[in-house]
Nanobody, 126 residues
């Protein structure tokens, strides 16, 4: 299985929290970089955070730094995105994606990955 499978989106009030999950194969987690991206209506897809294989280096967009945390659980073949202090501007369709290489743009992985999940919606109300 190369295509990631996301879950965990939903509706939350401003200041609330959500945790997104991305399930991939063990091979992917051990070998590829896994990233979270989002796309709001009428806007381009943007990088949110990503985590590399091996040493697990993490990268964050400035807009989420200090509020979001990416992590992985190798035993569960899952990458998480813990989102705290959510704001209305975080509302978007969130995608998990993976690839064998990555480019850092504005602090996190550029949305140039090859393998994408279907997305999970996150809505933050005022």
């Amino acid at each position: 299985q190369v295509q990631p499978v996301e879950s965990g989106g939903g509706l939350v009030q401003s200041g609330g929290s959500l945790r997104l999950s991305c399930t991939v194969s063990a091979f992917i987690l051990d070998t590829f970089v896994v990233g979270w991206f989002r796309q709001a209506p009428g806007k381009e897809r943007e990088g949110v955070s990503c985590i590399s294989s091996g040493d697990g280096s993490t990268y964050y967009a400035d807009s989420v730094k200090g509020r979001f945390t990416i992590s992985r659980d190798n035993a569960k073949n899952t990458v998480y995105l813990q989102m705290n202090d959510l704001k209305p501007e975080d509302t978007a369709l969130y995608y998990c994606a993976t690839d064998s290489s990555f480019t850092i743009v504005r602090g996190t992985c550029a949305p140039l990955f090859e393998y994408w999940g279907q997305g999970t919606p996150v809505t933050v109300s005022e």
